[in-house]
């Protein structure tokens, strides 16, 4: 079961952020915290996000960059550090 659980992960289309993070699947859980479940997996109420959904016309942070997690993180100049 982990072996063909293994092989899906590895030759899967979806989840490739995650995959980057953690290529190995495993019955263990982690110890991540629901904000870096959201910001790795860049799955929560981003611009970028909520476009790919269709459930906002625009992907634009209001700065002017794409509204990703990473964007928020590193360039926006309207986040607080």
């Not at 995650?18 to 982690?30: A, D, E, G, K």
């Not at 996000?49 to 794409?66: M, N, P, Q, T, V």
């Amino acid at each position: 079961m982990l072996e063909e659980w293994q092989t899906s992960w590895k030759n899967g289309d979806t989840g490739r952020k995650i995959y980057n993070i953690m290529p190995s699947v495993s019955l263990r859980p982690t110890n991540w915290i629901r904000e870096d479940v959201i910001f790795f997996s860049q799955h929560g109420p981003f611009p970028a996000y909520l476009k790919g959904l269709h459930l906002s016309d625009s992907d634009f942070c209001s700065c002017g960059g794409i509204g990703t997690t990473l964007h928020y993180a590193t360039e926006c100049i309207y986040t607080v550090s």
